[in-house]
């Protein structure tokens, strides 16, 4: 396993890692790394503290070739109290992933609301994934304790996860809870399949993740459902937490439908 989500190039360009690897193609990128890698890239040229990125919505355009990707960003609408950002993810000479971002400016003394508080984190478990699945970069990269559910178990989940690795080599300290959160994000949809994902797609052509805080701690909780109408339509959420209690939310619509 390589120590890096993606090593940086120069120029906005990026190089994946092996850790970025789907669960379905060993050639194909996880949807985390590129919304974390884009979300990174937003904060870094489109304004630092007071602004504070609060929502994000990544679009994938197509599958995300394991390739070496450019990023450019550009401000959409500026602003000192709130700014919108865009950032495009381009492999291969095609736009694969954007994503476009919300920053608010932060720094009022208020009184936080209170917030209820998640399960205790579980003892270390064997780490094991979907059915039929052996080596799989993204979830090596990442420790799972499940409170309830499972890879293998249809339906909702709580779980505890750990990224074990950094996104890149030269990281903003203040940026990496953020960039731990985003990582995990897209994957509230196949943690909470309501259906065995080796005989159905769910498939999320696009993650919003609203968030009121970053992450103060290394290990964060999803809390994991999915909805599914009777004409194939769905949607994921998960709420989330770090271990202080409630950051925000991560949704997703999805394609359902059998494989083949």
């Not at 197509?62 to 950002?85: F, Y």
């Not at 293998?152 to 953020?178: I, K, N, T």
Request: one cysteine or more; aromatic letters at 10%; proline letters at 10%.
């Amino acid at each position: 396993m390589t120590d890096l989500f993606y090593e940086e190039l120069g120029g906005g360009k990026f190089r994946p890692t092996e850790a970025t690897t789907s669960p379905w193609d060993q050639r194909m990128q996880h949807g985390g790394p590129p919304t974390a890698l884009l979300a990174t890239e937003i904060c870094r040229q489109a304004g630092g503290p007071p602004l504070r990125l609060a929502r994000i919505t990544v679009d994938f355009l197509a599958p995300i070739p394991r390739s070496d990707a450019e990023v450019a960003v550009h401000i959409v609408r500026p602003g000192r109290r709130t700014q919108l950002t865009e950032a495009t993810m381009v492999v291969d000479g095609k736009a694969a992933v954007v994503a476009r971002a919300w920053q608010i400016a932060v720094g009022a003394a208020i009184e936080p609301t209170p917030s209820d508080s998640p399960p205790a984190l579980p003892d270390p478990q064997p780490q094991s994934y979907f059915p039929g699945i052996g080596r799989w970069g993204y979830g090596e990269a990442t420790e799972w304790r499940f409170v309830s559910g499972g890879w293998d178990v249809p339906g909702p989940s709580q779980v505890w996860a750990h990224v074990r690795l950094p996104l890149l080599a030269d990281s903003d300290p203040e940026l990496v809870g953020l960039q731990r959160l985003l990582l995990l994000a897209d994957s509230a949809n196949g943690l909470s399949a309501q259906m065995f994902l080796g005989d159905w797609l769910f498939i999320p052509p696009t993650l919003t993740v609203t968030v009121f805080r970053y992450p103060q701690s290394d290990w964060i909780y999803l809390d994991c459902r999915t909805h599914l109408s009777a004409d194939g339509g769905g949607m994921s959420e998960a709420r989330l937490y770090d271990e202080h209690g409630y950051l925000g939310s991560a949704t997703q619509p999805l394609y359902v439908g059998p494989r083949g």
